[in-house]
């Protein structure tokens, strides 16, 4: 019954910690995090925690899934080399330069303790950039780089994790195995999520039953996270590669009913799960104090500002050299000094890395403690508050302050662009029918249809005709009208003329006006 309790009043508070949220305009992770952080401290308040297995089996896997369904694959391959470098490259030198400051300011701290925390900091989250974005207008190309790198650099970290821990507990360390293990897990990982993802398009093209399409749809990222995981490859790139086929290929999977259906649910879903991670992230604060007592205040406030300082510190350092010399190299046009400096602003830290400090083994083989166990976490916990609640708080005013140059893509533009496009393919298609099956071209039925979708309003059947084959021709015709716009909207994104954010907006009133047709029908 406590358990029952516990979730109705978690829920009551993301509710309520939502509403605000959306009134005073500041990205949700934070107040969800600040809110949690608030109520662990009150008095009379029993302990709430946070079970990594609850992170990594049920909120990682679907939050990744919904982030990448919704990220444009073809968006994701322009940047996907720059990606990749961020992805592998930074983290690696974050584990690194982390590692060398912990070891450096906590006496006595192994050097794969240091390592194992460098690991678990490295790794920037996806579901607080995603949130944390929402709130700010960022340039396309450097939201794509910081949405890309988030999505895919947790396999590296994680790995780097794995390894560390691995010689904490055992004293034993091979960097040729560890290189080697790497490459099997990430390729393993995308080989698996293309699969995944092949068989899953396949598989829900021929569903029929709409509850049945809308469950295996939300089964999708578990499907592909456990077949990774059962082979012991990067189930955080097999979800990922799956999202993004099965988003790739969403148009050509359902109806427009399911489609919408499954959209509700899958933001209703993604809102809890985020609500939840971030809530139960912030009430971990004060059982996580309470480990690190013994330590004196001044050491804690030494290390947790060096914990917090030494990612920060790595981020920019790597940005402002490898960023410059990579477009340099490729001869692309130089980014400014304002992307650079939005970018390495931009490495908010998440649940992923306390789910990570709080797996760490409680011993090691000898039957030793974990060294620094309990300092660790309380060090995890400080970086990601203070990239969500320092970073996140001022990123808006930093974008805004920066006034970036429009965007070359005017995505409003390619709407109006698109909705024309549209309207002109709904004309030709009901014009093209109407000779077909020989209507009089005066029909006044005829007439008001054509207007309407030239005003981008297709109209309903009026109940001025009773003629019930006449309403059922009319029907059958709309919907040809709506199935042709759909295929040019599918063009249109497939020519790289409009992008997915404008292809799904345009596909979403489709599909409710075919849905409103059906019901009508």
């Not at 959306?22 to 809110?35: E, G, M, N």
């Not at 309407?452 to 029907?475: T, V």
Request: glycine share 4%; aromatic share 8%; hydrophobic share 50%.
């Amino acid at each position: 019954m406590q358990q029952v309790e516990l979730v109705v009043a978690l829920l009551a508070i993301i509710a309520i910690v939502g509403a605000i949220s959306q009134k005073l305009r500041v990205a949700l992770p934070i107040l969800l995090v600040l809110t949690g952080m608030a109520i662990s401290m009150a008095p009379n308040i029993p302990p709430v925690h946070l079970e990594p297995d609850a992170v990594f089996f049920i909120f990682l896997p679907p939050l990744l899934y919904l982030d990448a369904y919704n990220t444009s694959w073809r968006q994701l391959k322009d940047v996907g080399e720059l990606v990749t470098i961020q992805a592998v490259g930074l983290v690696l030198a974050t584990v690194g330069a982390v590692a060398l400051a912990i070891h450096t300011v906590v006496p006595g701290i192994p050097w794969t303790a240091a390592l194992a925390f460098g690991a678990i900091v490295s790794p920037t989250d996806a579901v607080a950039a995603s949130a944390i974005a929402k709130e700010v207008k960022l340039p396309k190309r450097l939201m794509e780089i910081i949405k890309g790198e988030s999505l895919t650099n947790d396999a590296t970290g994680l790995v780097a994790y794995q390894f560390a821990v691995a010689a904490v507990v055992t004293g034993a360390f091979s960097l040729q195995e560890a290189g080697t293990r790497f490459l099997y897990v990430a390729i393993g990982g995308i080989i698996v999520g293309l699969a995944t993802g092949f068989i899953l398009v396949r598989l829900r093209t021929r569903l029929e039953h709409k509850p049945v399409e809308i469950i295996v749809s939300l089964l999708s990222p578990f499907i592909a996270y456990l077949t990774a995981e059962h082979l012991h490859v990067s189930s955080v790139l097999s979800v990922v590669t799956a999202g993004l086929m099965l988003g790739w290929r969403s148009p050509l999977m359902h109806g427009s009913t399911t489609r919408l259906h499954a959209t509700a649910n899958w933001e209703t879903i993604a809102y809890l799960l985020n609500g939840f991670s971030f809530l139960l992230m912030g009430l971990q604060l004060r059982p996580i104090l309470e480990t690190v007592k013994a330590y004196p205040a001044t050491q804690l406030v030494l290390w947790t500002a060096t914990a917090a300082l030494a990612p920060l510190a790595i981020r920019f350092a790597w940005t402002f050299t490898v960023g410059p010399l990579y477009n340099y190299l490729r001869k692309h046009q130089q980014p400014s000094w304002k992307h650079l400096f939005v970018f390495s602003w931009s490495g908010m830290r998440g649940v992923v890395s306390l789910a990570a400090a709080l797996a760490l083994p409680l011993t090691c083989s000898n039957g030793q403690a974990f060294p620094y166990r309990d300092l660790l976490i309380f060090l995890t916990i400080a970086v990601i508050a203070s990239t969500l609640i320092i970073q996140g708080i001022t990123l808006p005013a930093i974008v805004k302050m920066f006034e970036f140059e429009p965007d070359a893509y005017n995505p409003e533009e390619a709407e109006r662009k698109a909705r024309l496009a549209l309207s002109r393919e709904a004309v030709r298609r009901i014009d093209e029918l109407a000779r077909a099956e020989s209507i009089d071209l005066e029909d006044p039925v005829l007439q008001k249809h054509l207007n309407k979708y030239l005003e981008r309003a297709i109209a309903n059947i009026g109940p001025e005709s009773q003629n019930q084959p006449a309403i059922n021709r009319w029907q059958r015709i709309k919907a040809e009208a709506i199935t042709a716009q759909r295929a040019l909207l599918l063009q249109l994104r497939d020519s790289n003329e409009i992008q997915d954010d404008t292809f799904r907006l345009i596909q979403n009133e489709l599909d409710l006006e075919e849905t409103k047709m059906e019901s009508q029908s």
